[in-house]
């Protein structure tokens, strides 16, 4: 079936400095892919929706200039956390539609990338 | 508008008997509902999905939901637990007519005791 990975998996950074965290779809082309965070023990928050050859689109409250978004190509989408502070702390995964039933169907989903500021 | 609640948090059964994972929804539009299943270290993986046909869904490791519209309900159950059957299920709602509309539930935390 259809693979989504991410990389790296988990990521220890200090405070100021910038992360970068890729999507990629292994075996097949999205358009689309959507990149959310997940707080422990909480659900996930969709952050936006990459899109290949134009601009992401952000969720209301999620800041674009820290959190850049770049569909680089049909298979690669990158997340970079900018000026990274503690609070930023979280589990990043991303996902891609199926490539069967398009944005209408299911989702397939990174393993996720945690992330920890010091 | 769309939401969804997951009324349980946790939910801890014995290996052997049945599991019963609650979940309600809020939709402004005819919705395409899913489970999916988060093991530790692992991506989601799509356990079944509604999407207007039989209401009575089968999903995959033996888990299986109900469309209840009148209830506006999709609970998800499974006659008999396994211990792999741990893991965190989240309950999630799609708008019918948007490609990326996905509501998340709070979760449900499944434990499963030998």
């Known amino acids: 079936g259809a693979v989504v990975s991410q990389h790296p998996s988990w990521v220890i950074c200090k405070s100021g400095t910038s992360v970068k965290i890729e999507c990629r779809s292994l075996d097949f082309q999205a358009t689309t892919m959507f990149w959310y965070r997940q707080f422990p023990k909480q659900s996930l928050m969709l952050m936006a929706t990459s899109n290949e050859g134009s601009k992401a689109t952000y969720e209301q409250g999620v800041e674009k200039d820290k959190f850049l978004i770049n569909h680089a190509s049909l298979t690669l989408s990158t997340l970079t956390v900018t000026s990274a502070h503690p609070e930023d702390s979280s589990f990043y995964i991303c996902?891609?539609?199926?490539?069967?039933?398009?944005?209408?169907?299911?989702?397939?989903f990174g393993p996720g990338t945690r992330l920890t500021v010091t | 508008a769309q939401s969804v609640t997951q009324l349980d948090s946790h939910v801890s059964v014995s290996e052997g008997t049945p599991v019963l994972l609650r979940c309600n929804y809020s939709?402004?539009?005819?919705?395409?509902l899913f489970w999916y299943v988060q093991h530790p270290n692992k991506g989601l993986q799509l356990l079944l999905k509604?999407?207007?046909?039989?209401?009575l869904v089968k999903g995959i490791n033996g888990f299986e939901a109900e469309f209840k519209k009148s209830e506006t309900s999709f609970h998800l159950t499974k006659p008999s637990a396994h211990m792999s059957d741990a893991a965190e299920y989240f309950c999630?709602?799609?708008?019918?007519?948007?490609?990326?509309?996905?509501?998340f539930g709070g979760g449900t935390r499944l434990m499963v005791k030998p």
């Open positions: 999630v709602v799609k708008r019918g007519n948007a490609g990326n509309m996905l509501t």
């Open positions: 996902s891609a539609p199926s490539p069967s039933t398009g944005l209408f169907g299911e989702q397939y």
């Open positions: 509604y999407t207007s046909a039989a209401t």
């Open positions: 939709s402004s539009y005819s919705p395409s």
